[in-house]
């Protein structure tokens, strides 16, 4: 009595064990760092230290100028920079979706036509000879086909030498390395964190936009503003110059005192020019910000607006609350996310792999019956990979990966202590600027009422007209300084809300297709774009 055959145990618990191992990974799993933060910032009252800061949505909507808020609008939507940034942010899912996809075979389809022909001076024609006797297949040869061919042949039941066999094929041949050691799980963690790296790398991308565009725009008002004033001031030197060249031809004025007023007026005149050419050049930065031509802005940012009040200043908050309200911040926390998990993905490399592979095919050598179960060919294979001997290869980039993270750390750390100084920098200047500003409020008082003062005593014979002049430039300066004064500490806040790192909340982040975000990009003919995943 025959026993029956023993249960195919080995392969079949070789997998069970491959897939228990799956379970391992490899590599230092991540932890968000702990980065220490003051309690509170140096540079804010007692009183305030502990006052938690507003929300921060939209606050550049504080310096309440529509035409600023119009241009942010514009910005967001067609600036480059915030195209670009965008366009990481598919590049990086379309790089995460790629990962997930490792987790599975890979499957490919086939299909193939072989025609062998046998050459008449192998070493099969000899073998031929002796079985069928007399030449076989040589010219002017008889016989029977062989299998498949064509030719001549005694009909042994082998293919004849100088004959062809044509053999037709189709089917599916798959393949699927387990991750034993966790290297995919780690590749797909690091693609995740790059994924939410460039989301913020994007929203600090939209904060830096509007910041400049903000910036730019409060440089021009006050460029804006110190050109009304030193064109008021021309106007006025102008008519004290008509006055007094009248007075001078009945000698009741000075011809020195006449000179010295034509001498202000030029004076006065040199100023406006560097003032209108530093004004053209922040419409022309405003313009490209924008993603349009430098000229594009000039006529409607020409137009003179109302003088804008600075916008009130808003407690900090604390010093944890920026760890969570500053993009920059985030992103680089990614980063390090990311390069924690490269090192998993260096360290799996050092261990072994298995691989599976399957084909299914038909084959047959004619196709009226290829698609028949007696053409069906079944192939399976398991193959291990043991790393033996590389010289260090594979241990010098699990050291490079380590270095790379601890990069990341210092960049990290890096980015957090930087974020703490705008923080402190801007509230400094905010204040020094506020009290800068009061002194020169008082200074411009004090030199209307000299003026007034100097220009009766010169009247009287008292004092020279330089004196005059000199009064009169005091004022000039005064206004001048005071305007600049208005818009640093606009600029100073602007700085303050930057640092805060709020504001991104409610933003649009729209996401473009891979290959869509230029229209000069042009796909090859049916190349299909995957569409992209929406949200953060």
Sequence with gaps: MRRPPAPAVAPTAALVAALALAGCTVGPNYRAPQMPAPARFGEVTPDRAATPAPPMTAWWRAFGDAELERLIAIALAESPDVATATARIAAARAQERAARAAYLPEVNAQAGVNSLKFSKNAGLSSLSSLFGGGEAGGAGGTGGGAAGGTGGGTGSGIALPGNSVTTFSVGFDASWEIDLFGGVARQNQAARARTQAAIWNARDAQLSLIGDIADAYLQLRTLQTRETIARAEVDRQSRNLKLMAETAKSGLVPEGDYVRQRAQLANAEAVVGPIVAEGKA????????????????????????????????????????????????????????????????????????????????????????????????????????????????????????????????????????????????????????????????????????????????????????????????????????????????????LSFYKALGGGWEDLPLAETKAGAASPAYVAPRGTPLVPGEAGD
Excluded: C, W
């Design 282 to 493: 922040e419409m022309h930065a405003l313009g490209v910000l924008l993603g349009r031509t430098p000229d594009s802005l000039i006529a409607e940012l020409a137009v003179p607006r109302p003088q804008l009040a600075p916008p009130p200043e808003i407690p900090p908050g604390l010093p944890a609350d920026l760890l969570r309200r500053r993009p920059d911040i985030r992103a680089a926390e990614r980063s390090l996310a990311a390069a924690t998990a490269d090192i998993g993905v260096a360290v799996a490399d050092l261990f072994p792999r298995l691989t599976l592979t399957g084909m299914a095919q038909l084959i047959s050598t004619a196709l009226g019956n290829l698609f028949s179960g007696d053409s069906l060919q079944l192939t399976g294979n398991a193959g291990a990979m043991f790393p033996v001997l590389d010289f260090g290869r594979r241990s010098s980039t699990v050291t490079a990966r380590r270095a790379q993270a601890d990069e990341a750390y210092q960049d990290y750390r890096r980015t957090v202590l930087s974020a703490l100084r705008d923080v402190e920098d801007a509230l400094i200047r905010i204040h020094t600027e506020q009290q800068r500003q009061a002194a020169l409020k008082r200074g411009v008082t004090d030199a209307a009422r000299a003026v007034h003062a100097v220009e009766a005593r010169y009247e009287s014979g008292l004092v020279p007209f330089g004196d005059v002049l000199e009064a009169r430039q005091s004022v000039l300066s005064g206004q001048d300084q005071l305007a600049q004064s208005d818009g640093q500490l606009r600029r100073d806040l």
